[in-house]
């Protein structure tokens, strides 16, 4: 473990191993992070409940990508594909703003399986005349 | 390109104007204001420089006192040399930033031109809210007129930015008996007072794409305590730092400030520590005292924060009496400098000086010469009886029945 003396000061992180523009460039996933990243460490841990995200109903808006204060919504080749439960605080901000009918996240119970959540999703409400 | 500004050898400035110039001169790069009085008019005329073509920078306008300081860590983080100004509500309301600027490291410098807190309302000054700022991990300096309130500013950006420091800094100016009095100041030019602060150095700017930093992050109790150790002991450690811009200054200047100031203290034996603008006053008043015989002398602070406890004890190890002035509410303890000083005094030097408190000038009361010769007459009467004759704590210049504690 490191002593107080061995820090950056600032307490800053610096995120990745390699150029930042370069790293910028490449998906997530294939990023290499450093190790005093946030990235490994979870930051999840008061979350009681969690966002699932139904890919059935999904319309790829983004919404939820723009407003997630923690940066925890997953994004492959221009496709949501779900939400990083590392880093989620369970805010539920990206529930809120997502546009579709029925929503394509919605919160469940911290505990409950995401397949069982999905087994549950609404059906499409309908406009009240 | 920034206009140049032509200026006279000598130019009459009250202490905002001077701290405008300075800011000027500084070429800061981002100012973010909610101007509040007596601090008003710095970037007031911060603004005209601006308008006028003699700045190069960005004045941000913002909804509170507590976005200005958010846009200026945000401007700071992000790689610009960035400063501001505020008094009393208004750097209360700053005070939750204030611990960002610091545990991130962004040399900031905040012009905190010193008044009282309400309620009662009051805009005059006393320095509840420099108090205030004591525990915020900032640099703090006091400057006691015009001149240094100037020169002050300078080295603040000097101080701030050295990366052995990299600690934002607070220049303290007492509101209306410095920031509105007019004086003669001696500036530097344009070009030598830039050069004398110099280039701003960059250090983890969240603007280099190349590599990129997260600002910010959380850290519970695995870290926190590791980074606000390490903050302590940098600013534990910045007096080296601020001795040496010091020392550059009187080359440059021939101006020489030290982190404890001493007037008259080759022989003194009964002794005032104040701040601000009050210094000056009790310099006239121990100068006066003298012509009764009573040996008196005035130290004085340069630097609240880091405190200079060894300094402090050096220049007080011969005295028999020292009276602790405090320009604040106590609110329920004996007065700030008589517990930072008296703990200095008592750990460092053999001698048991008799240490008493004046709680003074709230809400601007006039602190008169009447009210220190009165001080340096009860101090003598404390070292001729080697005991306290009155009790600790008193309060000056308070109308009604007087009030004591201890």
């Known amino acids: ?129 | 390109m920034a206009l140049k500004y032509e200026l006279s050898k000598v130019e009459v400035w009250d202490g905002n104007m001077a701290a405008s110039h300075a800011l000027r001169q500084a070429q800061v790069d981002v100012v973010a204001a909610y101007p509040i009085t007596p601090s008003t008019p710095i970037v007031q005329n911060y603004g005209k420089f601006l308008s006028d073509g003699y700045i190069d920078g960005e004045f941000v306008m913002v909804e509170s006192e507590h976005a200005a300081m958010s846009a200026c860590v945000g401007a700071g983080a992000a790689g610009g040399r960035v400063a501001t100004a505020t008094s009393s509500q208004g750097f209360a309301l700053m005070v939750e930033v204030l611990y960002q600027a610091s545990g991130m490291r962004i040399p900031l410098v905040l012009n905190l031109v010193n008044r009282a807190l309400a309620a009662p309302l009051n805009v005059n000054g006393d320095h509840s809210d420099m108090y205030l700022s004591r525990d915020t991990g900032w640099i703090s300096l006091c400057a006691y007129n015009p001149q240094e309130a100037y020169d002050f500013n300078l080295m603040a950006f000097k101080i701030a930015e050295d990366l052995r420091v990299r600690i934002p800094v607070i220049v303290n100016q007492d509101g209306f008996i410095c920031s509105h009095t007019a004086q003669n100041v001696a500036p530097l030019s344009d070009e030598e007072a830039y050069e004398f602060i110099g280039e701003y150095k960059q250090k983890n700017a969240m603007l280099d794409f190349s590599k990129p930093i997260t600002y910010g992050a959380q850290a519970e109790e695995d870290w926190h305590f590791e980074h606000k150790a390490q903050l302590h002991h940098d600013l534990m450690n910045s007096h080296v730092v601020i001795e040496e811009v010091f020392d550059l200054f009187a080359k440059k200047t021939g101006r020489k400030y030290n982190i404890v100031e001493k007037y008259d203290m080759d022989d003194a034996e009964v002794v005032i520590v104040a701040l601000g603008t009050t210094v000056e006053t009790a310099r006239v008043a121990a100068k006066k005292i003298r012509e009764e015989g009573i040996k008196a002398g005035v130290v004085s602070l340069r630097t609240l924060r880091p405190f200079p406890y060894k300094l402090v004890a050096e220049a007080l190890k011969d005295v028999k009496a020292i009276a602790m002035l405090d320009r604040s509410s106590p609110a329920g303890a004996m007065g700030m400098l008589f517990n930072e000083v008296g703990v200095a005094v008592l750990q460092n030097s053999t001698k048991k000086p008799i240490l008493s408190n004046y709680i003074y000038g709230l809400g601007g009361r006039d602190m008169t010469q009447e009210n220190l010769l009165q001080i340096y007459r009860d101090l003598d009467a404390n070292a001729k009886a080697n005991k306290l004759t009155h009790p600790t704590q008193q309060f000056i210049g308070l109308r009604g029945k007087k009030m004591a504690f201890n």
């Open chain 1, 1 to 129: 473990m490191k002593g107080w003396n061995e820090f950056e000061i600032g307490s800053v992180l610096f995120p990745f191993n390699e150029d930042g523009v370069q790293a910028q460039g490449k998906m997530r996933e294939e990023r290499s992070y450093t190790e005093n990243s946030s990235r490994s460490a979870s930051v999840a841990h008061w979350r009681v409940q969690k966002p699932v995200h139904n890919h059935d109903h999904c319309i790829n808006c983004f919404f939820c990508w723009v407003y997630c204060p923690d940066s925890s919504i997953l994004a492959k080749d221009d496709q949501m594909s779900g939400v990083d439960y590392v880093h989620c605080k369970g805010c539920g901000v990206c529930v809120s703003v997502c546009p579709t009918n029925p929503k394509s996240l919605l919160m469940f119970d911290e505990n409950e399986a995401n397949e069982e959540a999905l087994k549950q999703w609404p059906q499409k409400e309908e406009k009240q005349k």
